[in-house]
């Protein structure tokens, strides 16, 4: 069973930077892949960024793409999320997923572990 546990929400001003950490701990697999979504109040939760567990390589959504950067510590048991330029549409509720197969994509349907999510809000 593996823990999700994000930190680092808060409110910044549009155009300010923040960053969120997500530390997995229990059973992690080598391939493990970790992702952010975000859920905004009356929306659907989606797709924010991914990261493998194997190569390293990311995937965005287009709406960030630029702005916000994924990664992960050497161990690879903590993902990172920078967020750059934010806007008062960023303001959401973020998760952090986990993958124990890998895959490092958009589809929430695929993660098999979630964490708690944490509160961020961007003011005009």
């Known amino acids: 069973q593996v823990q999700l546990v994000e930190s680092g929400g808060g409110l910044v001003q549009a155009g300010g930077s923040l960053r969120l950490s997500c530390a997995a701990s229990g059973r992690t697999f080598s391939r493990y892949a970790m992702g952010w979504f975000r859920q905004a109040p009356g929306k659907e939760r989606e797709f924010v960024a991914a990261i493998s567990g194997t190569d390293g390589s990311t995937y965005y959504a287009d709406s960030v793409l630029g702005r916000f950067t994924i990664s992960t510590d050497n161990a690879g048991n903590t993902v990172l999320l920078q967020m750059s330029s934010l806007k008062p549409e960023d303001t959401a509720v973020y998760y952090c997923?986990?993958?124990?197969?890998?895959?490092?994509?958009?589809?929430?349907?695929?993660?098999?572990?979630w964490g708690q999510g944490t509160q961020v809000t961007v003011s005009s």
């Open positions: 997923a986990g993958n124990s197969a890998g895959y490092s994509g958009p589809y929430e349907q695929r993660y098999d572990a």
